[in-house]
Every structure is written in C-alpha cells, then in structure tokens.
C-alpha cells in the first residue's frame, strides 16, 4: 500500500507539472487551428475573386480578339469585292481566282457571325456575291452595272461599320461593367 500511495504521490508532482503545459499547448493548438480556419475561407474567397476576374480578362480578351478578326475579314472582303467589280469588265485572266478568294473570305465573315443576330448583314452579304457573281459573267460592264456594284459594297461597307462599332461597345461595357 505503501508503494502505490508513493507511485500516485511521484505522480501527482509530475502531473501538477506537466498539466500547465499540456493545456497551454492545447490552448495554443486551438488558437493556431481557429485562426488558420479563418485564413483559408479568406484565401478561399480571394481565389473565387481572383478566379472571376481572370475568367472575365479572358472572356474580354477573346472577345476583342474575335472582333479583330472579323474588323480584317470584312476590310479583306470589301477590297475584294472592289477589285472583283474593277476587273469584272475586262478580259484578263484570273478573274475566277480573285472571285474564288472573295467568296472565301465571305465565308470567313460568315463563320465568324452570329446567324439569327446579323441575318440582315449576312444578307447584305449575299446580294453583294450574287450581285458580283452576275458582274463577272458579263463580257463587258456598262456603267449601270459598275455603279450598282459599288452601290452595294458601299451598303454593306455601311452595315459593317454599325456592326464593328455596336460590338466594340459591347465589349467596352462587358470589360468595365460600372
């Protein structure tokens, strides 16, 4: 009997010594835990905010990178429809290549283009080959015919314009929503 009341006498001085230290430490473990918690939400929802952000860059940034695309695909369209009309006339060779490159960047125009949103533009676009197309079969082009091509490429030009700028807006207001 005399050995345990020792034993538990040698261990309640170990225990009074060791009990501080393990509570601080626990004490010290639960304010690192609570605070880390609180640290990760924080980062959590900064990468959400990071993450929005970056997604609308991208988003803005491939939007402008479509609308440049489709700015170069309509200049190339239109100097090709002019340059189908001026040699239209006369009896140079390589007229069907020329129209073959122009209805190909038509069609670049096309794919690019939102079909029921611009179906007026793509319209447009289809008078202009079917008008050149019936240009370029004649032998000989008479003035009337000239002026009513440059007539349409002119119509269209126009379309083009509205087009460009009324995206170009909305690229501005999709970047800067304030």
Not at 7 to 36: D, H, K, R
Not at 110 to 116: E, G, S
Not at 149 to 166: E, P, R
């Amino acid at each position: 009997m005399i050995e345990i009341a020792t034993f538990i006498n040698e261990y309640i001085g170990l225990f009074i010594v060791v009990m501080p230290v393990v509570i601080s430490g626990m004490a010290a473990l639960a304010v690192w835990y609570f605070t880390n918690q609180a640290l990760v939400k924080k980062n959590q929802s900064d990468r959400v905010s990071q993450f929005a952000k970056t997604y609308k860059e991208l988003i803005t940034s491939e939007r402008i990178k479509l609308f440049n695309l489709s700015r170069e695909s309509m200049a190339e369209y239109l100097a090709k429809a002019f340059f189908v009309a001026k040699k239209a006339g006369s009896n140079e060779g390589g007229k069907d290549h020329l129209y073959s490159e122009f209805l190909k960047a038509g069609y670049l125009i096309t794919l690019l283009l939102n079909q029921p949103k611009h179906e007026k533009l793509l319209a447009e676009m289809d008078k202009l080959n079917h008008n050149l197309g019936d240009l370029i079969l004649l032998d000989k082009v008479d003035d009337s015919h000239f002026k009513e091509t440059i007539g349409v490429i002119t119509a269209f030009s126009q379309s083009c314009q509205t087009l460009l700028k009324d995206e170009w807006r909305f690229i501005e207001i999709e970047a800067n929503p304030s």
